[in-house]
Nanobody, 118 residues
Framework: VQLQASGGGLVQAGGSLRLSCAAS????????VGWFRQVAGKDRELLAT????????LHLDSVKGRFAISKDTARNTVYLQMNGLKPEDTAVYYC????????????WGQGTLVTVSS
């Protein structure tokens, strides 16, 4: 499985971006997709997850109300809509896929840079 993350760029504070995570395939054992971000020198932070089998979405408190995860099943794509962006949202954003029965994410996209200017 290959994941292709895209949609990053430069945006002013208060603006919006939509990130895409396209999977080359969606095998039956793929449980879901998560969006993460990482600032240089800091740990990777989980932002939101989507479960393919239940259709449920989870957003972490740090982005709840501003970011929203969604999916396009036909395109094997999961999106992260980001609104009300702040300079502190500047980071490299990654998507990753989780398999049933595994506690860690098995597949990772290459990352897409989001820069929010003040």
């Amino acid at each position: 499985v290959q994941l292709q993350a895209s949609g990053g760029g430069l945006v002013q504070a208060g603006g919006s971006l939509r990130l895409s995570c396209a999977a080359s395939e969606r095998p039956p054992n793929m449980q879901g997709v998560g969006w993460f971000r990482q600032v240089a020198g800091k740990d990777r932070e989980l932002l939101a997850t989507f479960s393919w089998n239940t259709g449920s979405a989870l957003h972490l408190d740090s982005v709840k109300g501003r970011f929203a995860i969604s999916k396009d099943t036909a395109r094997n794509t999961v999106y992260l809509q980001m609104n009300g962006l702040k300079p502190e949202d500047t980071a490299v954003y990654y998507c990753a896929a989780k398999l049933f029965g595994r506690s860690t994410y098995a597949y990772w996209g290459q990352g897409t840079l989001v820069t929010v200017s003040s």
